[in-house]
């Protein structure tokens, strides 16, 4: 028996069990492509599997880095440099790219937290703000109408 991502019960995960969503898998290949074009179920298979593949040959040299640096985890600078070995420099400033972006989301997720608790407020004292804007909202909205 497997589960929804094809993993079969029990143990790690084989290289047969390694795949990626093909709902979205298909979405990406229909966002990519014109409109008068559309993309045979083999092909997103294929698409899939060479995916599979290339993710498995970064992460494995990036392991490689990893072990090398006597490290235990591997960061993303490992996988920039996975990319600059395999010969896949072109692919580097976009990682680096997507890589500042996580990074700033990270920093504002956190700057939303320390707001709230730069409040002084409450959790009930903000939870009654809230729902006296919502009436104050629904009231301006009814007397709209």
């Given at each position: 028996m497997s589960d929804r991502e094809g993993h079969s019960g029990g143990g790690a995960p084989t290289d047969e069990d390694l795949s990626l969503p093909k709902a979205t898998v298909a979405k990406m290949i229909a966002e990519l492509l014109p409109n008068d074009v559309v993309c045979a179920k083999e092909t997103r298979d294929l698409v899939i599997e060479c995916c599979v593949e290339f993710i498995?040959?970064?992460s494995s040299e990036a392991n490689e880095i990893c072990e090398q640096e006597n490290k235990k985890t591997i960061a993303p600078e490992h996988i920039i440099s996975a990319?600059?070995?395999l010969g896949f420099t072109t692919f580097a400033p976009e990682v680096e790219n997507v890589l500042k972006d996580h990074k700033q989301q990270q920093k504002d997720r956190e700057k939303k937290v320390s707001k709230f608790e730069q409040s002084g407020l409450t959790e009930e004292?903000?939870?009654a703000k809230q729902e006296e804007l919502f009436a104050a909202s629904r009231?301006?909205?009814q007397s709209g109408q």
């Open positions: 498995h040959l970064i990319l600059t070995r004292e903000l939870l009231a301006k909205f």
